[in-house]
């Protein structure tokens, strides 16, 4: 019989380590974001062998006393929060207080430091989360981070780090994300002795060009849209800036870098006119809100957020880019607030406009497939979803059953129904594949080459078949035969974005419903189609037996009912 035990400090912060300290590059984000929260205004990063030998983090900011250097590295022990009102209205890139606990678990750390007005510097090294006594060192104000050696002590985690050329990658990645959200900071990038990034304080455009390259800058313009607390503000690229890969596109929230769904679907939307086929749109965005309608504190390396209220986002950043995309097509209003009226507080699936696009071959061929696989009931009980009538804008199903009238938002109820198949085959052990007659060949950089091999696995199981066909470019050879008509090499682009982002693995397993819900969305991209009854009847069947059809995948309401009473009541009838 075994005893629950109490695990050791070291062992509780290595397992946090699992979390936060994934490779080099995230040993660079933790320190860089200290740097930033203490007021740096230049910053010098060193790596050695792609970061696994050394991250050095030296910046000029307001430093730390001897006394707090050892709670520097304690658990649980920051500057920056005190209190859960603080948590919630958090303006530091920093807060939980485990960065550095959690790196010096599984690295040799040394903190040398001096706040303003301090004689001299402090030093304190830790090896494998055992700190020594602080002793004095030379400095000027500011503080130097290093780590070394990172995994020196748990080895299974060190089979995990990749060629240095691939680490070094994702640090120059990271070092880009941060330089990008904050151009008045200099910054200096030095890898094995070489410098590969100087940059000096600027103005946005300007480090917009030297991180993403003059052509970027020349070819996009200025946004500044504000709507009452909402701040959208950035560089856009026009048609003209786009690019064959996605590696231009940064999105920050209140100046941290995210990857949110709202937000991406977003700017999609914004840009679907505009650009065709596989071009990528390239932006670089900054969305400011207080930061209490946002939650940053739900990701262990806090790069996802979650919005209070993510429809009022989605509506604020699809109009806001839109109209600067399109200057003359300005009619949609730019509105935080949600509209008043008599429909106002009816349903939440009235308050939310999403874009109405182009018809796809996947949907149609779902919707042909689906209305010769379900034959209809004929004069039966009318079915919980009742029986179309007609369809409205090509967005909407209209349909009556015993209680009323049935609203459906047919693109959002597809994408329901592709997801739980989906989820059905992954279950079964894997997403049933089709080969593509002709493979879809993608442009890409190195990362997303070394993500593909390395995932090989994975995305089989998600049911692409993905070779590497040249050092820049991969073919998908199949696809999951539910969306094979559909954008596979969108989808493919995604899901390499997300397993770089996140990795393999036990991470695949918890974010199995995200990437899911990616595939679903590649598959059922909005349609302004045309649909007869019979496949609209069709669709409505397909959601009475699939589980989870009351929401998409975004969680917005799929389908309203409107009661005889409610139309009664909108108008005024009494009866
Ligand atoms: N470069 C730095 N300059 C000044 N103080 C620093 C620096 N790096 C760390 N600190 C101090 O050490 C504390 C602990 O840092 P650590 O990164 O572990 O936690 P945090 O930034 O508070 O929260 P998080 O774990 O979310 O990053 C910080 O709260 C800050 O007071
Ligand atoms: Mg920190």
Aim: with cysteine; glycine share 8%; proline share 5%.
């Amino acid at each position: 019989m075994r005893h629950i035990r109490v695990l050791p400090e070291l062992l509780i912060s290595q397992i946090a380590a699992g979390e936060v300290v994934e490779r080099p590059a995230s040993v660079l984000k933790e320190l860089l974001e200290n740097a930033l929260d203490a007021g740096a205004a230049e910053v010098v990063v060193t790596l050695e062998q792609g970061g696994a030998k050394r991250v050095q983090v030296d910046d000029d900011g307001a430093g730390l006393a001897k006394e707090d250097l050892p709670l520097a590295l304690a658990r649980h022990a920051t500057s920056k929060i005190a209190s859960l009102d603080d948590l919630q209205g958090v303006t530091t890139m920093g807060f939980r207080g485990e960065a550095l606990a959690s790196i010096a678990s599984v690295a040799r750390l040394a903190l040398t430091s001096r706040a303003a007005g301090a004689p001299h510097a402090s030093t304190l090294r830790a090896e494998g989360g055992a700190a020594g006594a602080p002793a004095a060192a030379a400095r000027a104000k500011g503080t130097t981070v290093l780590v070394e050696d990172l995994y020196f002590n748990t080895p299974a985690r060190r089979k995990f780090l990749r060629t240095e050329q691939t680490e070094f990658g994702h640090c120059e990645e990271t070092f880009r994300r941060i330089a990008l959200a904050r151009p008045d900071v200099a910054f200096t990038l030095k890898h094995n002795g070489r410098v590969s990034a100087h940059l000096r304080a600027q103005a946005i455009g300007e480090r917009a060009a030297a991180l993403l390259g003059r052509e970027f800058l020349d070819a996009s313009f200025p946004v500044d849209v504000q709507a009452g607390p909402l701040r959208l503000y950035g560089v856009a690229g026009t048609p003209q800036a786009a690019r064959a890969r996605a590696d231009a596109q940064y999105f920050f929230v209140n100046g941290r870098f995210v990857r949110d769904r709202v937000l991406a679907h977003a700017v999609r939307e914004a840009y679907r006119d505009q650009l065709h086929g596989e071009r990528q749109p390239a932006y670089l965005l900054f969305l400011e809100l207080d930061p209490r309608a946002v939650d940053v504190n739900v990701h262990p390396a806090k790069i996802e957020v979650r919005f209070r209220d993510a429809g009022g986002i989605h509506q604020f950043v699809f109009h806001a880019l839109k109209r600067a995309l399109s200057p003359t097509a300005a009619e949609a209003p730019v509105a935080y607030a949600r509209p008043a009226g008599p429909g106002a507080g009816l349903r939440p699936a009235f308050q939310q406009e999403f874009q109405v696009a182009q018809p796809v071959q996947a949907y149609q061929g779902f919707m042909t497939a689906a209305a010769q696989a379900v034959p209809l009931p004929a004069a039966e009980k009318s079915p919980p979803l009742g029986y179309a009538l007609a369809q409205l804008h090509g967005v909407y199903i209209l349909a009556q059953n015993e209680a009323g009238l049935v609203l459906v938002d047919m693109h959002a109820a597809h994408e329901r129904i592709v997801m739980e198949k989906l989820k059905a085959g992954l279950d079964a052990g894997a997403v049933a594949r089709q080969s593509l007659l002709v493979p879809a060949v993608l442009q890409v950089d190195a990362l997303d080459v070394a993500a593909a091999e390395e995932n090989a696995g994975a995305l089989e199981s998600l049911g692409l078949e993905i070779s590497v066909s040249g050092p820049n470019e991969l073919a998908v050879r199949s696809a999951p035969a539910l969306l094979a008509g559909g954008d596979v090499a969108g989808l493919a682009r995604s899901l390499l974005r997300e397993l770089r982002e996140y990795g393999a693995g036990a991470v695949l397993q918890a974010r199995q419903n995200e990437l899911l819900a990616t595939m679903a969305c590649h598959a059922a991209v909005r349609a302004s189609r045309a649909l007869t009854t019979t496949e609209m009847n069709a669709l409505l069947r397909e959601m009475e037996e699939t589980e989870r059809s009351g929401s998409c995948n975004h969680g917005r309401p799929t389908w309203y009912q409107l009661s005889m009473a409610d139309l009664d009541r909108l108008f005024l009838r009494g009866r």
